[in-house]
């Protein structure tokens, strides 16, 4: 009597075969040969109701009979599965902390069972035929290569590169105005892949990568002291890892001089009154540069230079710029 097969399980596998299944039924002592479509198969009897069986290459839906002394089984279907392509990663860089969304395109990648960054598994938040989405795991800062395996098998695909977290160590200058679009040079570690500076919550233009270590950009307008940072695929750089601050100044302002006028031969000694004048970096008057001595945030001291009869005018340059302009006097 031929024998007789209920079941096969699984019922389904990669092409490439492989797959370890377990044919129950009946009549199944004495068993010579377990086929899968036209293709034998490797087989162990187990019992008369149980064969064990690897499932060899094959592809498309086939029938899987059984044959002993005393015919040919039924046949079951068993189905070989494409095995999966991956064909692009996007992003294919991030942080080393992982924990950002990562796009997996490809073929034949319903069902994945895992995704795997290297040795680490991926979290599977998105799955369809062409694409799986995850999200990435922690890893160290170094490629690795990310696979997918589904029923049909497992794909590996490009690297996928873990960019350490970027930071900012100095900035100069430290000073600027309020207005901005002064050129600033941001130095730290792991800047090659810089796409974004922000100061404060403003965000910096013309942003230009020298090196890993340093990157230049166009201060943004703004006020008070604010915080540098840099931005990477590894992530942005945090406060507080060396001096990564700038001050905004505001424009100098003078309101009066003491006195307005002297000698042209110079040596008066004039109290420049105003405010924003912390850091003065010049004053002069006429077009002659006047040594000077800031005294407060209102009070600047400058000698007056050599100078010629008439009117001379008198500006206090600071990082946040140039003043407005005061008249003092040269006499004979």
């Known amino acids: 009597m031929a024998p007789i097969i209920i079941s096969i399980s699984p019922n389904q596998g990669p092409a490439a075969g492989g797959t370890a299944c377990t044919l129950t039924g009946s009549g199944f002592t004495g068993t010579t040969s377990v086929k899968f479509g036209t293709a034998p198969a490797q087989f162990t009897p187990v019992s008369d109701t149980k064969i064990s ?28 599965l494409p095995a999966p392509a991956i064909s692009s990663i996007t992003p294919s ?9 990562v796009t997996i395109a490809g073929t034949n990648l319903s069902g994945a069972t ?10 599977i ?3 369809t035929g062409t694409q799986i989405t995850v999200t990435a795991p922690a890893g160290a800062a170094a490629p690795v290569t ?25 900035v100069y200058p430290t000073l600027g105005p309020t207005a901005g679009g002064n050129i600033i040079t941001i130095t730290g570690t792991g800047l090659t892949l810089t796409s974004a500076v922000n100061f404060g919550s403003s965000a910096a233009t013309g942003v230009a990568v020298l090196s890993d270590g340093q990157v230049t950009a166009q201060a943004p307008a703004g006020s008070a002291t604010v915080t540098v940072t840099a931005t990477t695929p590894g992530g942005t750089s945090l406060p507080g890892v060396g001096n990564p601050f700038y001050t905004y100044v505001a424009l100098p302002v003078i309101t009066i001089l003491s006195p ?11 109290t420049i009154t105003g405010s924003n ?24 001291v400058a000698t007056a230079p050599v100078g010629t009869l008439g009117t001379a005018t ?3 340059h600071t990082p946040g710029g140039t003043s407005n302009a005061a008249d003092y006097q040269y006499t004979p």
């Open 53 to 80: 069986c690897t499932a060899p290459a094959g592809s498309g839906s086939v029938g899987v009979t059984a044959t002993t002394p005393g015919g040919t089984s039924n046949s079951v279907t068993y189905t070989y």
């Open 146 to 170: 990310v696979s997918v395996t589904t029923s049909g098998g497992t794909a590996t695909g490009s690297s996928y590169y873990y960019i350490p977290l970027p930071t900012v160590t100095s």
């Open 277 to 300: 004048l912390t850091f003065a970096d010049s004053v002069t008057i006429g077009a002659t540069p006047a040594a000077f001595v800031t005294v407060s945030d209102t009070k600047v």
């Open 93 to 101: 860089q991030g942080p080393t902390a992982g924990g950002n969304t």
């Open 114 to 123: 895992a995704a795997m960054f290297g040795s680490r598994s991926a979290t």
């Open 260 to 270: 307005s006028q002297g000698p042209a031969a110079g040596g008066t000694s004039i």
């Open 125 to 127: 938040t998105g799955n």
């Open 314 to 316: 008198v500006l206090v």
